[in-house]
């Protein structure tokens, strides 16, 4: 077991939680850990380019669940006090007031420190998401690789 | 160790790092950006206005294999002191 190697699922698409995950995911790099990030499920919304991304070969159920849920780190709902869409307002108008970075900014500094952020491509597939509409430098694998990076990490986290 | 707020004003800075305005995990970003720069066993300064770095900082420095040396409050800010080991 390696003390220098972290890996992190994120399940959740909650505000919040990937809040979380990715201040946690920074921290760990700022430390000089490697760091891989599972993104699966909900999780996968954290990832999704903001704007709409023309796709081919998807079924109505998967343009359906393509529209409901969130294209983002903008749109991305609190896990509590969602207060449909003002909760998050609100969220981040106290994160800039008190300087703290957003997710937006946290995102792009996990990819600066070389974090590998892994798309679970089996979600991918049940809800219809398509790699082009997810940002770019993601790899895509599934629970083996996952469970590989894992074997080797001392810290594992499933938010 | 123990190193007095004297001692440690009295220290020759190799990298002055401020980090005052940004909250976690803004300082220990910012300490692992400037640390680079710094030469072996010469002395980073960060300057912060969170007070988690108290802790976060030694916590840091202890994981990359540096020494911290201490902190002090001063008109409102932290200054907090680590000698890069390797």
């Not at chain 1, 995950?21 to 850990?33: Q, V, Y």
């Not at chain 1, 909900?42 to 079924?59: D, H, I, Q």
């Not at chain 1, 909760?87 to 800039?96: A, E, I, V």
């Amino acid at each position: 077991m390696d003390t220098t190697r972290k890996t992190i699922i994120l399940f959740s698409g909650d505000f919040d939680k990937v809040m979380a995950a990715f201040i946690i995911a920074n921290g760990a790099a700022a430390m000089d850990d490697e760091v891989t990030m599972f993104f699966t499920f909900w999780g996968l919304n954290a990832l999704r380019r903001p704007e709409k991304v023309a796709t081919r070969r998807k079924s109505p159920l998967q343009k359906a669940f393509g529209a409901m849920m969130p294209r983002g780190p903008g749109r991305l709902a609190l896990s509590h006090m969602n207060f449909a869409g003002a909760g998050p307002k609100l969220m981040q108008r106290m994160m800039r007031q008190q300087n703290v970075m957003s997710l937006e900014e946290l995102i792009a500094t996990a990819r600066e420190q070389g974090i590998k952020m892994v798309a679970c491509t089996m979600s991918m597939d049940i809800m219809g998401l398509r790699p082009e509409e997810l940002i770019d430098g993601l790899e895509f694998a599934g629970v083996a690789s996952y469970l590989g990076d894992a074997d080797e990490a001392n810290v594992n986290l499933f938010i | 160790m123990t190193v007095t707020t004297e001692e440690l004003k009295a220290l020759t800075i190799a990298q002055v790092v401020d980090a005052r305005g940004t909250s976690c995990p803004g300082p220990i970003l910012a300490a692992k950006k400037a640390i680079g720069g710094v030469p072996v066993s010469g002395v980073m300064e960060v300057l912060a206005t969170d007070s988690g770095t108290l802790k976060d900082l030694p916590a840091w420095s202890k994981k990359m294999g540096h020494e911290f040396l201490g902190s002090f409050d001063d008109a409102g800010y932290l200054h907090l002191y680590l000698r890069k080991m390797k």
